[in-house]
């Protein structure tokens, strides 16, 4: 049996009374589980649930494991509105990019993770967030020069717009070209912070969310974020409610 820390990301029904279970290790990253006998634990408090950290070990040779037991390590997270539907995106996300890894040792990715938590936690969504992808992308091999105009070799002038391009980054636009393209458009000053890794200005973190929402789609994929769409139900009803 190995043993290892984790999080549950997703579970759904397996056969009767087991369930097959997506978690994020340290060491293994993502790692698909059979969790046999787990839906006859629900009613004595013990079933696998989301934000919170198990010790858990497993065995298996396949790239579906036998989850062997597991335990708490932590009491459930208290996320609630808004910030609970951040910790289901940052785990669908996190599934979407990493499926394609078999195995792979995602240390600083599960310190982030337990960071972006505690931010969700404080209240601190959008940085939470902002963060969590920055790291992101660095794992999966995708970090940019922010700073820097890849066509060019010149750095970014705070006054001045710029495009971005998958696996490139950024490169210098017309004014004209922003005004018209505005969603794919950023400005100098504002990635300057962002390669400075100062997100305090509304306005940096305001940019930074639609420019790694560009980022990250070639690798969590272009179909519609489950999370944002079931937020958006939620706003929607608790308007009609009101």
């Known amino acids: 049996m190995i043993k290892q820390s984790a999080y549950v990301l997703h579970s759904r029904p397996y056969r009767e009374s087991s369930a097959m279970v997506d978690l994020f290790t340290p060491d293994y990253g993502l790692l698909r589980c059979i969790a046999r006998g787990v839906k006859k634990t629900i009613g004595q408090g013990q079933s696998l649930q989301p934000f919170v950290q198990y010790q858990i070990f497993f065995h298996g040779d396949s790239g579906l494991k036998n989850l062997d037991k597991y335990e708490s390590l932590s009491l459930p997270l208290s996320l609630a509105g808004d910030a609970l539907f951040s910790g289901f995106y940052i785990n669908e996300v996190i599934l979407r990019a990493l499926r394609s890894e078999a195995e792979v040792e995602a240390e600083l990715l599960y310190e982030a993770y337990q960071a972006a938590l505690h931010n969700l936690q404080n209240q601190n969504l959008e940085l939470a967030l902002r963060l969590f992808e920055l790291t992101l992308l660095e794992h999966m091999g995708q970090s940019y020069e922010w700073s820097m105009d890849f066509k060019t070799a010149d750095w970014v002038e705070a006054d001045c717009h710029y495009g971005f391009f998958v696996e ?74 009101k």
Request: aromatic share 6%; glycine share 6%.
């Open 168 to 241: 490139q980054g950024m490169s210098r636009v017309s004014h004209i070209y922003a005004a018209k393209n505005p969603n794919n458009c950023f400005y100098g000053q504002d990635l300057i912070h962002l390669s400075q890794g100062d997100l305090t200005q509304p306005s940096t973190l305001k940019m930074c969310k639609r420019l790694l929402r560009l980022a990250l789609k070639p690798i969590i994929g272009y179909k519609p974020i489950q999370a944002r769409e079931l937020l958006k139900q939620y706003k929607h009803l608790s308007v009609q409610e």
